[in-house]
């Protein structure tokens, strides 16, 4: 054997045994890679989940030990049939999710449309419409609770100085207009959401096909409408779907401004179970309460998807 | 990616030793018997209690060095959650300090220690007032001692001492029709100023129950039969009283009041009188001045000549029962409670010591809501009326009925339908709490 070739052959034998061992380990390198997210999505994400669903099945107060037993579907019965303020908060939910994100997107889409065409200070102009969705709920409640103080707040002092009104007007006390303060309130810091998303979305869509437009002659609206709605379709479905999602859980803004008041007028199905569930200590009933929210999520989700097209070619 | 890697297996590295070292850095410390560290929970922390915690604990670290207390401040809204969660997770601290309303929940949780056993052998259990440890124990459907009291609360009338004087009237506190005329007199919606900061929102129904006991002059939660008495006629009748106030002596926006809107109502010059705690006198005083803060407990009832104080409940501190240094923790606990701390801190919130010799302070002497209510208790006809706090259901019936009580003022429930539904649920819960007594006896 040439001397040569020992070092050869060893060196090929090497790269096999190589091989080997990189096809060795292949197969529970990636799962030892996943393991740690694995463990943690099942601690914090599916025992969660799981111990809300076998909850719901139990009468469970912690603070009254002597009552807590298997229901069965006992507490969804009671939900359906004999909780009229469960109606209510889906009904106030419904309303508050509609009102969002659809005053949210219009908004969203205009300044969107407006920060995408070119003028000077541009970049500031972005900035501060980007401000709000930077602020917590809490400090929202806080400012917009200031400008609607009755007693000398913002909106006192321009309807007091312009004649339009003689008597401070309660918005977070009147029955009428208490929703709209609310939605006013969270309106302001949701706009920038879907302004941020169209943006970049608008961002996206390739120059060429608006100068395609204006060479056959189409008008702004007509491109707007062929070129940019299609071209959107995506990002505003998705936009649209996770802030509905988003705004339906919303519990800062309405917890710290109304805490659900006055006389429930306010009280969203998220507020509802927070009562039942914390204040009134009825885990079992606010778990089921939370499965029926989780359902209604879920299957709204799967319908807007499907009637929505998403994904699919335009 | 070399670099990469090696950073993930240091992060790899770094979190076993984390969760490896935890037990021995808590094992290590229990054991060694040298310093030991309690965790406090301040149930009602912020800028106003805070410091007084901060000054009493270092009292207490320097007179027994062994021992460091770690103070937490949670705000008042969150603690019930907090503690309860922590009580369901088994990650209590040793020492809390809630309101007695809350100590039957935790209490039903089985997460507080009975301090029987600590108090038997404290040689300062001769200076507690004995009223206030008894109605600590009747909370428990033992009877045990769950908390060592150390601040006692009632209802006061605030009111505009100056404004009651400019207009001669009659002082609101000497009868429930002045009251009610001091109220309708100070009124000028024009000017933003209302008779009246009626409590709408968050806390209105407990506060609601002070009123309605002490005018209608009923001296008893429940019946001889075990029913609620708030279905009474004596009861709607007061709330009649005072659901008419609404929106003509009260601003509109009251329904949504809180505690501190309508303390800041009452010391912004919006609102003439307002019905609070002890706890406010401080502050309004500090803001206003003496000569301006007019503090009394409610007037006698009309309808049965007594005068009913509701007991608004003791504040105690408790000691949890997954503590591992319950010796250190009692040791805080009596200190909180003992003349010098009891005496200090009620003399910065207003309040009235539950040690007895705290409660011969000078300070006392000069309180003047302080005084009027020992002055009423000195009174053989004054009633103390004690609310069902051992309930489990109490807090969450009150906090269930705030929204009825705001359609009760926005005409879209009746009073007698209010009264009906609130005294159903307490009649209910005294049923269940009876049963489960039987049932643990049995």
Known sequence: MPAVGRPALMAGSERAGGARRRRRRAWWVPYACLAPAAALLLIFVLYPVLSVFWYSLQSYNPTKPYLNAFVGLGNFQQILTQDPLFRQSLWISVKWVVCEVVLQFCLGMGLALILNSTFRLRGLARAVVFSPWAVSGVAVTAMWTLMYNPFGGMFDTILKSTGLARTPVQWLADTHLVFGAAVTAELWRGVPFFAILLLAALQAIPEELYEAARVDGASRVRAFVRITFPLLRDAIVLATLLRAVWEFNNVDVLYTMTDGGPANLTTTLPLYIANQAIQYHNFGYGSALTVVGFLILLCFAIVYLRLSRFGQEI | ?442
Request: charged share 15%; proline share 6%; net charge neutral.
């Open chain 2, 1 to 442: 990616m070399r670099l990469l890697r090696s950073l993930g297996i240091a992060l790899a590295a770094l979190l076993v030793v984390g969760f490896a070292a935890t037990p021995i850095a808590a094992s290590a410390s229990s054991g060694s018997g040298q310093k030991v560290t309690i965790t406090f929970w301040d149930t009602n922390a912020g800028p106003d209690r805070t410091p007084i915690y901060t000054a009493l604990i270092k009292r207490f670290e320097k007179e027994n060095p062994g021992i460091t207390v770690n103070y937490v401040g949670i705000p008042e809204a969150d603690y019930e959650q907090k503690i309860e969660a922590a009580i369901a997770s088994g990650a209590t601290p040793d020492v809390a300090n809630p309101g007695q309303g809350q100590l039957a929940d935790f209490i039903g949780e089985e997460g507080v220690q009975s301090l029987d056993g600590y108090y038997k052998s404290w040689s300062g259990r001769s200076q507690m007032d004995p009223s206030s440890v008894k109605s600590v124990r009747a909370e428990a459907p033992d009877g045990k001692l769950y908390g060592l009291p150390y601040s006692g609360n009632v209802d006061i009338l605030f009111y505009r001492k100056d404004w009651v004087a400019q207009h001669s009237l009659p002082s609101p506190s000497s009868s429930w029709s002045a009251f009610y005329k001091d109220a309708s007199a100070l009124t000028d919606p024009s000017k933003n100023v209302y008779g009246f900061g009626l409590r709408g929102g968050s806390g209105s129904v407990a506060q609601l129950e002070g009123w309605i006991y002490a005018e209608s002059g009923l001296t008893s939660y429940f019946n001889a039969k075990g029913q609620s008495t708030l279905s009474n006629p004596k009861a709607i009748a007061v709330v009649k009283k005072v659901v008419a106030m609404y929106g003509k002596d009260t601003s509109k926006g009251d329904i949504n009041q809180t505690y501190q809107p309508m303390v800041a109502e009452f010391e912004g010059g919006h609102a003439a009188m307002i019905q609070h705690n002890l706890g406010s006198y401080p502050q309004d005083v500090q803001a206003m001045g003496s000569s301006e803060v007019g503090a009394s407990i409610l007037p006698k009832s009309a309808v049965t000549g007594k005068q009913v104080i509701v007991n608004s409940g003791d504040l105690v501190d408790m000691i949890f029962k997954a503590s591992k240094h319950k010796a250190a923790a009692w040791k805080f606990v009596t200190f909180l409670s003992s003349p010098y701390a009891d005496s200090y801190w009620n003399q910065e919130v207003g309040q009235i010591p539950t040690n007895t010799v705290a409660a011969k302070s000078a300070w006392v002497a000069k309180n003047q809501p302080i005084q009027t209510v020992e002055k009423a208790l000195k009174d053989p006809t004054t009633v103390v009326v004690n609310p069902p706090v051992y309930l489990p259901d109490y807090a969450p019936i009150q906090l269930q009925m705030e929204p009825v009580f705001q359609k009760v003022l926005l005409g879209q429930v009746t009073v007698p339908s209010f009264m009906d539904q609130w005294a159903g649920l307490m009649t209910k819960a005294q049923q269940q709490y009876k049963q489960s007594i039987k049932h643990k006896k049995a």
